[in-house]
């Protein structure tokens, strides 16, 4: 990319609004200190210093979004007791609106907490329900989605599924449809249990082990022909326009239908990968609503996942540092 394109795309970001749907939960934190073994057990003890809570899941695709300058609405169902308001309430002080979360009485607001010594994770604590919505929160859910598709211009919609529930099967056929009559381009950062309900979404973006789970098969992330092959595949089932695999260590792969395209990982100080996958899928999908091609905006995904991992904790991308990573090792 030229230095003038890399610019043009970040500002262009500023006048996007991206509908952020799926599953939001609150990402909470104990940060402190391992000092001795438990006289109980044989398990650490962690003296906590401090308590943190974030907005996690979908709703940091969402954070993703906005602290690149974008607009993001978030829209999902969580529960309606206390958990529920922390989520609505921190939603609030990101700047989000709240419009496109509905409260049920049938769920729970998923929680993580993590306890984290000295950078490293020692255990994580899930609360979650994860059956699929009741008829009702999913006829309101679809309710609210309309109701904004309607109201507001929308760039680009990004599907966020973590098997908790709130992506059935009706959720994503009808947003899908609704955005093919728009003239929406969507963003897919999918899960094993509804991998292969994505028809006709613009980009899929799998990471190698939703990629082996999903189509059942052997892959091997070194394998150039092999990756093609199962992309293809996968492109035969879905009718996508673009797949987009994350391979860890390896970088991404991406593919069209006739361009398969690699880049390598950048050299980094991995600390914690947790949140990555939300930031390659939240700039892959502004890229993309901005025009960049399938080489661009695999080469910023892939660079803005690298930068995701040098952070303890889920934290979204910081667009400057971005913009200047990209103007050292992207420009041309």
């Known amino acids: ?48 210093q401090h308590k943190e809570t974030r907005l996690g899941g979908a709703a940091n695709v969402a954070l993703n979004v906005q602290s690149l300058g974008a607009k993001a609405i978030i829209c999902s169902v969580v529960g309606d007791g206390s958990k529920g308001d922390i989520f609505r309430k921190a939603s609030k002080e990101s700047g ?52 904004i598709l309607q109201r507001q ?18 959720v994503i056929e009808t947003v899908l449809k609704w955005a093919q009559e728009k003239n929406i381009p969507t963003a897919v950062d999918p899960k094993k249990d509804h991998f292969l309900f994505y028809k006709n979404c613009t980009l899929f973006k799998p990471n190698l ?36 695999v994350t391979l860890s260590e390896y970088g991404m792969a991406s593919y069209d239908g006739d361009t ?19 930031t390659v899928i939240g700039v892959a999908a502004l890229a ?8 661009d905006f695999t080469r910023l995904a892939n660079l803005a996942g690298g930068l995701a991992c040098e ?5 979204p991308v910081d667009k400057a540092k971005l913009i200047e990573e990209a103007m050292n090792t992207l420009a041309e």
């Open 96 to 147: 989000f609106t709240t419009e496109g979360i509905i409260d049920s009485t049938d769920r729970m607001t998923t929680v993580k907490t993590r306890v984290i010594s000295g950078g490293h994770h020692i255990v994580r604590i899930d609360e979650e329900i994860t059956r699929p919505l009741s008829s009702t929160d999913e006829r309101n859910l679809l309710d609210c989605i309309q109701n």
């Open 288 to 295: 993309l609503a901005a025009g960049l091609s399938q080489r």
């Open 260 to 278: 398969f395209f690699h880049v390598p990982a950048h050299q980094r100080e991995i600390l914690d990968v947790s949140g990555a996958g939300d």
């Open 153 to 170: 211009k929308v760039d680009v919609i990004i599907f966020e599924d973590y098997n908790k529930g709130v992506l059935t099967e009706k």
């Open 311 to 315: 952070k303890v904790g889920v934290v």
């Open 209 to 244: 082990k939703e990629m082996r789970e999903g189509l059942k098969v052997s892959i091997d992330s070194e394998d150039h022909e092999m990756l093609k092959a199962s992309m293809e595949s996968l492109k035969n089932i879905l009718n996508n326009r673009h797949t987009m």
């Open 1 to 48: 990319m030229k230095e003038e394109t890399i610019l043009s795309v970040f500002e262009k970001f500023n006048s996007l609004t991206a509908l952020v749907v799926g599953d939001v939960m609150i990402d909470a934190y104990y940060w402190g200190k391992v000092e001795r073994i438990s006289p109980e057990a044989p398990v650490p003890v962690v003296h906590v």
